[in-house]
């Protein structure tokens, strides 16, 4: 059973940092590509950054220049580096991942979500 485990929200004051993890579990797995999404109160939930298994990341235009995604193949864990937050980053951070298993293929997981609050 694979499965995705966020953590590292809190509550940060403007200007500050935070990183968030995503570690996926559930045996022998390939990952295929990770993402970190957020979804502030009454807005949908969006995209915010996305990494390959080759490497190669994308973010919004809203995070360039302030958001980092790091992987950490060795222990499947994900990191998103948040610098120069703002009180619009408030939000519920989640990330997904399409991950490949022996016996179910690949498919899509998602982790329970962490909640990122910064002050004014």
């Known amino acids: 059973q694979v499965q995705l485990a966020e953590s590292g929200g809190g509550l940060v004051q403007t200007g500050g940092s935070l990183r968030l993890s995503c570690v996926v579990s559930?045996?022998?797995?390939?990952?295929?590509?990770m993402r970190w999404h957020r979804q502030a109160p009454g807005r949908p939930r969006e995209s915010i950054a996305s990494?390959?298994?080759?490497?190669?990341?994308n973010y919004h235009d809203s995070i360039k220049g302030r958001f980092t995604v790091i992987r950490n193949n060795g222990e499947n864990t994900v990191y998103l580096q948040m610098n120069s937050l703002r009180p619009e980053d408030s939000a519920v951070y989640y990330c997904?991942?399409?991950?490949?298993?022996?016996?179910?293929?690949?498919?899509?997981?998602w982790g329970q979500g962490t909640q990122v609050t910064v002050s004014s």
């Open positions: 559930g045996g022998r797995l390939i990952i295929n590509e």
């Open positions: 997904s991942a399409n991950v490949w298993t022996a016996t179910t293929g690949s498919n899509d997981y």
């Open positions: 990494l390959t298994g080759r490497g190669d990341a």
